[in-house]
């Protein structure tokens, strides 16, 4: 299996680009989520996912769109990106009742200059 | 907002010692616990989960838990220099998502 997988490891973009960051999944879990980390801070959730179609706002969603067409693929969409959306970008998998322990992708490295 | 608090470190012990890594969490439904692992420039790896009270021992690592002081700890047996690294402590406050607190950073010295 090759876990959660992220793509691209790094892009550069130009303040108002939009992009979207691919996210998949081989362990056939329900849910999965997005997270940016900042220099010296915590991960912060983004969005997450309980399942295909089914998406819900996490704690820094603004600025940040999601969609779940597939049980594997979580794509995190920016719109009009901006200076203060450079960060480190991870997705993450679990299982869905009783084991809550999610699996991190390898995450992809933002700058919006 | 639900806080998870850890000393930003960094911790140093020398090779071979035992280093003890601890977060306290406010929320006091918290459930479920989990100690992640991160080198510089790489992402989260899981390496313990805890969801009782007590000790939970795997290999080098013991993770113990204490609800009624809400504190959890992580403590590395015979540490070794590929140890060093920054230990994120997460908890899962209600529904899906983790938590996180900021990490501490171990450094192991030979």
């Known amino acids: 299996n090759a876990g959660v997988t992220q793509t691209p490891k790094f892009r550069i973009l130009k303040i108002g680009q939009s992009m979207t960051l691919q996210c998949a999944q081989d362990m056939n879990h329900n849910y999965m989520y997005w997270y940016r980390q900042d220099p010296g801070m915590g991960l912060k959730l983004i969005y997450y996912?309980?399942?295909?179609?089914?998406?819900d706002k996490g704690e820094v969603p603004n600025g940040y769109n999601v969609s779940r067409s597939t049980t594997e693929d979580f794509p995190l969409r920016l719109e009009l990106a901006a200076p203060s959306q450079t960060s480190v970008y991870f997705c993450?998998?679990?299982?869905?009742?009783?084991?809550?322990?999610?699996?991190f992708g390898p995450g992809t490295r933002l700058t919006v200059t | 907002q639900k806080e998870v608090e850890q000393n930003s470190g960094p911790l140093s012990v020398p090779e071979g010692a035992i280093a003890s890594l601890n977060c306290t969490y406010s929320?006091?439904?918290?459930?479920?616990f989990f100690w992640y692992r991160q080198y510089s420039g790489k992402s989260p790896e899981l390496i313990m989960s805890i969801y009782s009270n007590g000790d939970k021992e795997d290999g080098r690592f013991t993770a113990q838990l204490n609800k009624a002081s809400q504190y959890v700890s992580l403590l590395i047996r015979d540490s070794q220099p590929s140890d060093s690294a920054t230990y994120l402590c997460?908890?899962?406050?209600?529904?899906?998502?983790?938590?996180f607190g900021k990490g501490t950073s171990l450094l192991v010295t030979p």
């Open positions: 996912s309980v399942g295909a179609g089914i998406t």
């Open positions: 929320d006091r439904v918290s459930q479920s």
């Open positions: 997460a908890v899962i406050n209600s529904g899906y998502a983790l938590n």
């Open positions: 993450a998998s679990s299982y869905s009742s009783g084991l809550w322990e999610q699996y």
